[in-house]
């Protein structure tokens, strides 16, 4: 099934809370499924529970209702957590307004502001209620470069104690928790008359520094075996599409309907999306975007009239505006158009398409034959 470093596995036996990181996704799906049926087969003392972190108006609607079902059926509590502040639109409005549109204020995949503060700091938040927190997690090697250089086990700097951040290794850190934990238990024993009482769970642990470990249980998954685990395969999602498709170019919400009916993963892969996250991610590719564009035509508007009135485009290489502007208002399409930096950008786009032209052009030209001398050895 899946790796578990000894490390996680003492602590569990200590106790351990392990929380479960889900989106909606595939692969949140797939690892909440394996690690809940393997912890209840361990019969661990710590909580186990599941997290969601509610973007609010960008997350897909179905969202918040498949996690519900789905936690119920595992039987496993569903926490949710969400900025405080206000939801991803909110945030991406205030970003905006900070940088008083001198430069963009979207996210990107090098600044995924929309991760750290609406995602991971309102779910850190929540697991500081712990003493010592798994946070399982659900990413894969195969899905990037960088994820696949990731260990499947490290210490969450953010929230663990000051002297467990200075630990070179989890391992390091989980040594050094026990030794305090030791010293404590040993302290409280003479005490008191619990001399039964565990080293580790010992009553005095409770309000020490706190350890909290980042756990990426299905990291050398591959896809086939994350559908495996959520009760499909790739061959009935892409007949499923093919339904679901013929339904929206005919206009046949029953067709719609049976291409969802029964399908155990979220409904946004069949209406054409390849990842989820929001319903509209900086990250996402075409066919992503125009499922979420489609599925949500309200906040594929508000984040138009974002680009429109800043000027700067979601993707650096593509405009929401452009995917369906027949969702567009007529004000909307006019004001667009008279934007100094979408005419700049449209410019661009064109001398960027005459460049790859005349490359490809220069390819297909057969070069100047070259006469070459004889060499003459004397």
């Not at 969400?82 to 549109?101: I, M, P, Q």
């Not at 712990?130 to 894969?140: C, K, N, P, T, W």
């Not at 250089?149 to 050094?176: M, T």
């Amino acid at each position: 099934m899946f790796s578990i470093p000894l490390v996680l596995l003492e602590a569990f036996e200590a106790g351990a809370d392990c929380a479960i990181s889900v989106s909606g996704g595939k692969d949140s799906q797939a690892l909440l499924t394996a690690v809940v049926a393997w912890w209840r087969a361990q019969r661990y003392s710590g909580r186990l529970f599941a997290i969601f972190a509610d973007l609010g108006r960008a997350e897909w609607q179905q969202t918040r209702p498949f996690l519900a079902h789905l936690c119920q059926s595992l039987q496993v509590e569903l926490i949710v957590v969400h900025r405080a502040a206000g939801d991803l639109l909110d945030k991406f409005e205030e970003r905006r307004a900070t940088l008083e549109d001198s430069a963009p204020f979207w996210p990107s995949s090098a600044a995924r502001y929309c991760t750290s503060d609406l995602k991971r700091s309102p779910i850190d938040q929540y697991l500081r209620s712990s003493q010592l927190v798994v946070s399982a997690e659900g990413i894969r090697a195969k899905e990037s470069r960088a994820r696949a250089q990731k260990p499947s086990v490290s210490l969450r700097q953010g929230i663990s104690g000051k002297q467990y951040r200075e630990s070179a290794s989890p391992e390091d850190a989980w040594l050094l928790y026990r030794q305090e934990r030791q010293e404590e238990y040993d302290a409280y024993h003479q005490l008191t008359l619990f001399a039964d009482l565990d080293p580790v769970s010992a009553q005095p642990s409770q309000h020490g520094p706190r350890l909290a470990f980042t756990w990426y249980p299905i990291l050398g998954w591959s896809r086939e075996q994350v559908w495996q685990a959520c009760g499909t395969t790739q061959e009935e999602l892409d007949e499923r599409r093919i339904l679901y498709q013929e339904g929206v170019t005919n206009q046949n919400a029953s067709m719609r309907e049976q291409a969802l009916a029964g399908w155990p993963a979220h409904p946004a892969y069949v209406m054409g999306a390849n990842r989820l996250s929001c319903s509209l991610c900086i990250l996402g590719d075409v066919p992503t975007l125009l499922a979420g564009a489609r599925a949500q035509p309200e906040y594929y508007r508000s984040l138009c009239w974002l680009e429109i009135q800043s000027g700067y485009s979601f993707q650096p290489q593509r405009w929401l505006c452009d995917l369906l502007p027949e969702l567009l208002t007529e004000e909307m399409r006019m004001l667009l158009e008279q934007h100094p930096r979408r005419q700049q950008w449209l410019v661009l786009l064109a001398e960027r398409a005459q460049r790859k032209l005349q490359r490809m052009q220069a390819k297909k030209t057969p070069g100047k034959s070259r006469h070459v001398l004889p060499v003459i050895h004397v």
